[in-house]
C-alpha cells in the first residue's frame, strides 16, 4: 500500500511558475511509474505527465514545453515543475503511481492561475 501526499498547489498568475510535490511513503517507490493528472471543474480526470521506473518522460500535448517531470528516488518524492501557466491550467492536480495492477492516488491539491 502506497500513500501519496501532494503539496505545492496555490493561487498564481498567468505567465507565472509553480511546483508541485508528491511525497509517497509505504511502498518501494522506485518501482513505480509516476504520473500527475489533472482534473478542471465540469471535466473529466486527464493525464498531465508520467515518469517511468528508468526517467523516461511523456507529457500531454497542452502541457508538453511548459510542464516537467521528475523524480527524486532517495527522497521518494515526484515533482511537476509549471511554467508559463494558463488559466485553463486551473485544476486539481493528482498525483498517482503504478506498479504491475496496483494504482494508488493522492488526495489533490488545487492550483488556480487567474490574474
Known amino acids: 500500500q502506497v500513500q501519496l501526499v501532494e503539496s505545492g498547489g496555490g493561487l498564481v498568475q498567468p505567465g507565472g511558475s509553480l511546483r508541485l510535490s508528491c511525497a509517497a511513503s509505504g511502498g518501494s517507490f522506485s518501482r513505480h511509474r509516476m504520473s500527475w493528472y489533472r482534473q478542471a471543474p465540469g471535466k473529466q480526470r486527464e493525464l498531465v505527465a508520467t515518469?517511468?521506473?528508468?526517467?523516461?518522460?511523456n507529457y500531454a500535448d497542452s502541457v508538453r514545453g511548459r510542464f516537467t517531470i521528475s523524480r527524486d528516488n532517495g527522497k521518494n518524492t515526484v515533482y511537476l515543475q509549471m511554467n508559463s501557466l494558463k488559466p485553463e491550467d486551473t485544476a486539481v492536480y493528482y498525483c498517482?503511481?503504478?506498479?504491475?495492477?496496483?494504482?494508488?492516488w493522492g488526495q489533490g491539491t488545487q492550483v488556480t492561475v487567474s490574474s
Open positions: 515518469i517511468t521506473t528508468v526517467g523516461i518522460t
Open positions: 498517482k503511481a503504478d506498479l504491475l495492477s496496483l494504482n494508488f
